[in-house]
């Protein structure tokens, strides 16, 4: 079973969220986790081909950043 994991974190600047795929050069970014998660399927689709197979997992890995003074 192939799956493939992505990195989600919240863009602290410009807000919404950023996805990047553990080791594939996938990226995208959204407002909402709704627009995120079908921004990723979308980029998945893309980025794999018929040949390569399209894997049959996606997981979305939120890491949170936390900041202490």
Excluded: Q, W
């Amino acid at each position: 079973m192939k799956e493939v994991i992505f990195e989600v974190r919240e863009d602290e600047v410009d807000g919404g969220f950023v996805a990047s795929a553990l080791g594939y050069g996938i990226h995208t970014e959204a407002d909402t986790l709704d627009e995120l998660r079908r921004n990723v399927k979308e980029a998945v689709e893309c980025f794999f081909d018929e040949a390569m197979g399209i894997p049959k997992i996606v997981r979305l890995h939120f890491v949170r950043d936390e900041i202490l003074a």
